[in-house]
């Protein structure tokens, strides 16, 4: 058999894994790093014990598969490892060079070594190993004069040793941190309503990081000329999220007949609490035909004035479905580094028509009570507009593979 070319290892967080679910945590990791990196030729992925090895194939490029791995959240950290023929390295000279190698260039004040051997029949014990190697580190460290301490517990760098079944060994050291979160599409669905604002997409992201697997609805408006359209920069937004999750649906939702319903009937220090109440209850509709169990928004707490809490009470009670605001205790701040992180950042800062700011109130109400928004709502009727932007939307979706998204197919549709 031949030397594997390129190997990846993946370590995954210990948390998630407590109880019984491990086996069906690790199983969706699996296939989360299986399709991040469909298109590249992976041989085998191994998983002895607390992590998963990527084997590749001739031709395998380290750059393109660490890139697509950065995005599978369940990642805690991954290295590309040095491999070692095992043949000849039962002396252990050669995993030391390796070790060394790998650590040379790197700075660090103490260290450790960590051998696993998954491969019982190789001849050295994981505690010998470790040894020795630890050894000739600390002897070629001595060599060039570094000021560098064996240290077991919590070292600043962490020398890894993996034996695995077959005809490489495997050696690392420097980490790549991973995405963190949970394994993806493992906590069920959700529904966000992305506007193609900063907020929104951020929100979308931590609630797939939880493992939440998301469908978006966006509202459009009329009133924008041509290249204005929200419609664009949401799609962009799915575009850039989708990898993280594989796939995703969006509903596109023409808002302009029940803003006008609003304005019509409604007082206009009410108009926007009105807008988002319409928004949660067609959002609503939607989630329940995916069997999605909750929505999510992007609301921070008085970030404006619909944000604040009696007024996010108010509007909140027009679902019962659970709503979700992932970004209520951050700051703007906080947000729009999120944003520029995972690069939804300067989509959201294009120019684009928000369908909310037309017919804005001057003086929007701060302080709104649940019962004087339904009172203000008393003459709309709620269920024929949402019935109609059901009936109007398009909807998308989109797919992720092969390091590529693609729309799959959109289509309009009467049932959601
Ligand atoms: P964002 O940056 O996400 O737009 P924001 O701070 O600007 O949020 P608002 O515009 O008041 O706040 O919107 C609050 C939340 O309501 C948004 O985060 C989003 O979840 C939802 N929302 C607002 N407008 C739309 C829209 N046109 N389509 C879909 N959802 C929307
Ligand atoms: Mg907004």
Known sequence: MQTAKL??????????????????FLSKLHMALKRALEGLPVERILRPGDRMLIEFGEGASAEEAVARIERVFGVAFYAVARVVPREGAE??????????????GEKFSSFA???????????????????SVGKYLADQLRAERRDVRVKLNDPELTCRIEIPPGPSLLVYARKIPGAGGLPPNTAGRMTCLLSGGFDSAVAAHKMMK????????????????????????ARELVRRLVPWQFSAKLYLVPFEPVQR?????????FR???????????????????????????????????????????VGAATRMPLYRPLVGDDKIEIMDAAQKIGTHDISAEPFHDCCPIFLPRNPALHASIEELDEAE?????????????????????????GQVEKVESFKSATA
């Open 91 to 104: 002396d252990m000279e050669s995993l030391g060079r390796a070790a060394w190698d790998e650590v040379r």
């Open 378 to 402: 008393k003459n709309l009727d709620v269920e024929a507009l949402i019935r109609q932007a059901i009936e109007t939307m398009a909807i998308e979706r989109y797919r992720y593979g092969g």
């Open 261 to 269: 319903e609003i304005v019509s009937s409604a007082p206009e220090k």
């Open 113 to 131: 070594v960590r051998a696993k051997r998954s491969d019982k029949s190789f001849p050295h014990r994981s505690l010998d190993i470790e040894v």
């Open 7 to 24: 190997v990846i290892v993946v370590h995954y967080h210990e948390i998630w894994l407590k109880g019984g679910n491990r086996r069906f």
């Open 210 to 233: 939880r493992g939440a697997h998301l469908s978006f609805v966006h509202f459009w408006g009329g009133g924008a000329r041509p290249g204005e359209s929200s419609v664009h920069v």
């Open 272 to 314: 926007i609490l009105l807008y988002r109440r319409m928004m949660l209850r067609i959002s609503e509709r939607i989630a329940r035909s995916n069997r999605a169990l909750g929505l999510v928004t992007g609301d921070s707490l008085a970030q404006v004035a619909s944000q604040t809490l009696h007024n996010m009470a108010a």
